[in-house]
């Protein structure tokens, strides 16, 4: 017998699914959509101690649910195996008219990629004096393509993740922790060479929470180091400091204040004005938390300073801001704008101005959809290889770039423990930047134009326990 | 000029005021004394006096021996906190027990002065009565009993809306930021 749906009901059904739409349709508009932007679109995904696993698609393991038992510790292995086809291996740029794009002889190589992702979690179930975390995964990437430049990209990546909280639950917590990724990733032009890198940090932390744990002063240090396997030049150290105090005036609202620092070496000592050694400083101050039971706000403004020991500096207000809105608890819509700088291998800095937008779908607790897209105004400081006496030649010396990153992700649930995954990675970096490598001897110069179009589909099959 | 009527009339105010001053003085104070004063015992004979002594002081001794025990069970336990109350409370109850089993004594000596035996027997009553606070403060002492206490763990039921955000909002505040900053295309001398 036919079981009809009432007809408010089906009305309500209805009218959520028109909603539901209308935010989709909006998230997927190019140019005023967002998301966090990822230098690596691989490892983009991934959100740290959480990992792959952890990531969209896949429901939260918990203890009830999911993982193998084994004493006072619980195991979550996983696997995954990911098909992917990536439109511009070295980002690279299509080339317009000659009049256009003089001496441009850009073109994209596209390639198929396999991953095969092992991985396991492990925590202990009685984290009362000492808690326990530790996960790792490690991916080999295959490139299906008869260019030996292309196919020379396979290797391994790492992503691995440890803590060690004492005494959690008491009045000053010292964490233990180290984070190691090795990350792969292809140069900007046809080459066998990469920028694969190993990064590691390891450090610890003191966390101060006397009385109810409404206050929190927490100290941290780290030690970093990155090295790439061929790009020695970018290789580098530093020491980072960290200081955050949190008031918890609400439950689910929290004021705070932030100070960071870091001493960062750079291995090389080259006269090209592009590695110069530098002690950023971030000071940093906001609210965060929930305001109503759907509304949620991250609100945060400070000071950077780059600190560089010659060349421009970032002097310059940083901060965030970001609102939230829970449309029903499995239903989630951002946007916010956020102003930073990073270190760059490009001149100094870069300073990022950037909008985005995210929105996290729980449907029928079997499907999961990500929506992510941001937009990054990227302004160099400024660089001119000339004045340093190199015989390369620059559009600008003040280059400025625009970078538009989408990711779309829907993941389904088959049964407890497989699950599958189809995604969508787009990076456009709209320039007018490039860069001329005059060859004296031959007379024949070559053009490398900083703008690109990347894209990236994806389909994976997640087994995990 | 004042007239000597004027100033008699003056005199009169002034000590209607103290009356009334001295009334409403009475009221407040005064009254709500009188009215917690006990009315007075009733007229007894010396020998129900004494009976009804020998009564109090076995109910005190009952009390002091009960304490014992309790004091016996709390150092079984090693609680610390229990036997420290218990001893400062039952010390109070002896010392009061010695003083009635004295005035008990004076009282059947003096059997046939009626004013001394009631004098003790006032005594007696008044420390029957500081024990019988006692006792229940070495009840009290002793935790939960069976005797109308709640035994065990209270038994708590929170209820809260269910579509209250469960995030905790200072994740992410000390998340460790990992750059992972590549060369930008078109950089040079790569």
Same mark, same amino acid.
């Given at each position: 017998m036919e079981r009809r749906i009432p007809r408010p009901i089906r009305w309500e059904i209805t009218l959520r699914l028109v909603v539901g739409l209308c935010v989709v349709s909006a998230l997927g508009l190019p140019v005023d959509a967002v998301a966090q932007s990822s230098s690596s679109p691989y490892v983009g995904q991934n959100k740290g101690m959480s990992g792959f696993s952890y990531g969209p698609g896949i429901r939260l393991r918990n203890e009830q649910t999911r993982g193998i038992k084994a004493g006072d510790f619980i195991i979550w292995p996983s696997l995954h195996l990911e098909g992917r086809w990536d439109s511009n291996v070295f980002h690279e740029a299509t080339c317009g008219s000659p009049q256009d794009d003089p001496g441009?002889?850009?073109?994209?190589? /596209?390639?198929?990629?396999?991953?095969?992702?092992?991985?396991?979690?492990?925590?202990?179930?009685?984290?009362?004096?000492?808690? &326990?975390?530790?996960?790792? #995964? $490690?991916?080999?990437?295959? %490139?299906?393509? #008869?260019?030996? /430049?292309?196919?020379?990209?396979?290797? &391994?990546?790492?992503?691995? /993740? @440890? *803590?060690?909280?004492?005494?959690? =639950?008491?009045?000053?917590?010292?964490?233990?922790?180290?984070?190691?990724?090795?990350?792969?990733?292809?140069?900007?032009?046809?080459?066998?060479?990469?920028?694969?890198?190993?990064?590691?940090?390891?450090? +610890?932390?003191?966390?101060?929470?006397?009385?109810?744990?409404?206050?929190?002063?927490?100290?941290?240090?780290?030690?970093?180091?990155?090295?790439?396997?061929?790009?020695?030049?970018?290789?580098?150290?530093?020491? #980072?400091?960290?200081?955050?105090?949190?008031?918890?005036?609400?439950?689910?609202?929290?004021?705070?204040? $932030?100070?960071?620092?870091?001493?960062?070496?750079?291995?090389?000592?080259?006269?090209?004005? @592009?590695?110069?050694?530098?002690?950023?400083?971030?000071?940093?101050?906001?609210?965060?938390?929930?305001?109503?039971?759907?509304? +949620?706000?991250?609100?945060?403004?400070?000071?950077?300073?780059?600190?560089? #020991?010659?060349?421009?500096?970032?002097?310059?207000?940083?901060?965030? +801001?970001? @609102?939230?809105?829970?449309?029903?608890?499995?239903? @989630? +819509?951002?946007?916010? %704008?956020?102003?930073? &700088?990073?270190?760059?291998?490009?001149?100094?800095?870069?300073?990022?101005?950037?909008?985005?937008?995210?929105?996290? =779908?729980?449907?029928? *607790? *079997?499907?999961?959809?990500?929506?992510?897209?941001?937009?990054?105004?990227?302004?160099?400081?400024?660089?001119?290889?000339?004045e340093l006496g190199q015989a390369v030649q620059v559009s600008n010396k003040e280059r400025i770039d625009q970078v538009l990153d989408v990711h779309a992700q829907v993941s389904v649930d088959i049964t407890r423990w497989i699950g599958l995954t189809a995604g969508y990675e787009l990076r456009t970096v709209f320039s007018d930047f490039w860069t001329r490598y005059i060859d004296v001897s031959s007379g024949q110069d070559q053009f490398d134009y900083g703008r690109y179009v990347k894209h990236q589909v994806y389909g994976s099959i997640d087994i995990r326990y | 000029m004042i007239s000597s009527y004027q100033v008699l009339i003056t005199r009169v105010r002034s000590i209607r005021y103290w009356i009334v001053a001295l009334v409403s003085f009475g009221l407040v104070f005064v009254g709500p004394a009188l009215g917690q004063r006990q009315p007075p015992p009733k007229k007894i004979a010396p020998d129900q006096m004494v009976l009804k002594a020998q009564g109090y002081v076995d109910e005190m001794e009952k009390v002091a021996d009960e304490g014992n025990v309790l004091l016996a069970e709390a150092r079984e336990e090693q609680n610390i906190q229990k036997l420290s109350c218990l001893n400062d409370t039952l010390t109070a109850v002896k010392g009061l027990l010695r003083l009635s089993e004295q005035n008990f004594s004076l009282m059947k000596s003096h059997i046939r002065k009626r004013r001394k035996v009631e004098h003790e027997f006032v005594k007696i009553s008044i420390a029957y009565t500081k024990v019988r606070e006692l006792d229940g403060r070495l009840r009290s002492c002793s935790g939960p009993t069976d005797s109308g206490q709640i035994d065990g763990r209270p038994f708590i039921t929170v209820q809260k809306d269910t579509d209250l955000p469960t995030e905790d909002p200072l994740e992410g505040l000390s998340e460790i930021y990992l750059n992972f900053e590549r060369p930008p295309s078109a950089s040079p001398f790569f």
């Open positions: 441009c002889d850009e073109s994209p190589v /596209d390639a198929p990629v396999l991953r095969i992702v092992p991985g396991f979690s492990v925590t202990n179930t009685n984290p009362n004096k000492l808690a &326990f975390e530790f996960g790792v #995964e $490690s991916g080999v990437r295959l %490139y299906l393509s #008869e260019r030996n /430049d292309v196919s020379e990209q396979k290797n &391994f990546d790492v992503k691995s /993740d @440890l *803590r060690i909280d004492i005494l959690p =639950m008491g009045p000053v917590t010292v964490s233990i922790e180290d984070t190691f990724r090795r990350t792969l990733d292809s140069a900007n032009y046809s080459t066998s060479e990469t920028y694969n890198r190993n990064y590691n940090r390891g450090g +610890a932390r003191v966390s101060i929470h006397p009385g109810g744990g409404a206050l929190n002063i927490q100290l941290g240090y780290g030690y970093v180091f990155n090295n790439f396997d061929v790009f020695d030049k970018g290789d580098s150290q530093a020491h #980072e400091f960290e200081f955050l105090t949190t008031w918890r005036f609400y439950p689910k609202t929290v004021a705070f204040l $932030s100070a960071t620092g870091s001493l960062k070496d750079w291995s090389t000592d080259d006269e090209s004005g @592009l590695y110069v050694d530098n002690k950023p400083l971030r000071v940093t101050a906001g609210l965060n938390g929930y305001f109503t039971k759907k509304i +949620a706000a991250l609100i945060k403004v400070g000071y950077g300073n780059s600190y560089y #020991e010659s060349g421009p500096d970032f002097e310059h207000v940083i901060g965030q +801001a970001e @609102l939230s809105y829970k449309i029903s608890p499995t239903v @989630l +819509a951002a946007i916010g %704008y956020k102003r930073d &700088f990073t270190d760059s291998f490009f001149g100094n800095y870069y300073g990022d101005d950037s909008v985005y937008v995210r929105a996290n =779908m729980r449907l029928a *607790r *079997r499907v999961s959809i990500e929506l992510l897209s941001s937009f990054h105004l990227v302004q160099y400081s400024g660089f001119d290889p000339v | -």
